[in-house]
């Protein structure tokens, strides 16, 4: 039997890499596009995958892919929570007077 390589596999890992990369080095925001999109892929290829696993190889790299793009939405969402906690921080000690400066 002639197998391939299973389309879409290493779109899912490079994906699951980038979440990553975006998350700890640019901004949340970008690691939570390229997450989603990886969950997406991953989906697809598992689908195709699971109809004749007999045709196609790399299956490991769609597992991989869809763990870190799991990881990279988590790291997304914790980053959000932290960066909403962080502002919100500094308007309530705006608004409270804590950092007003007398002249």
Do not use: H, W
């Not at 879409?8 to 970008?30: E, Q, R």
């Not at 690691?31 to 995958?49: D, H, P, R």
């Not at 045709?55 to 969402?77: E, M, Q």
């Not at 906690?85 to 007003?100: D, Q, R």
């Amino acid at each position: 039997m002639n197998q391939q390589p299973l389309p879409g596999a290493s779109t899912v890992l490079t994906m699951g890499i980038l979440s990553i990369v975006g998350t700890l080095i640019c901004c949340g925001p970008f690691g939570a596009i390229f997450s989603i999109i990886g969950l997406v892929k991953a989906k697809t290829a598992n689908q195709l995958y699971q109809q004749s696993p007999e045709s196609y190889t790399d299956y490991s790299n769609v597992k991989t892919g869809k763990i870190l793009s799991y990881v990279g939405l988590g790291l997304a969402l914790v980053s959000l929570v932290l960066f909403i906690l962080y502002f919100g921080l500094i308007i309530a000690a705006i608004t409270t007077g804590e950092l007003s400066r007398e002249f």
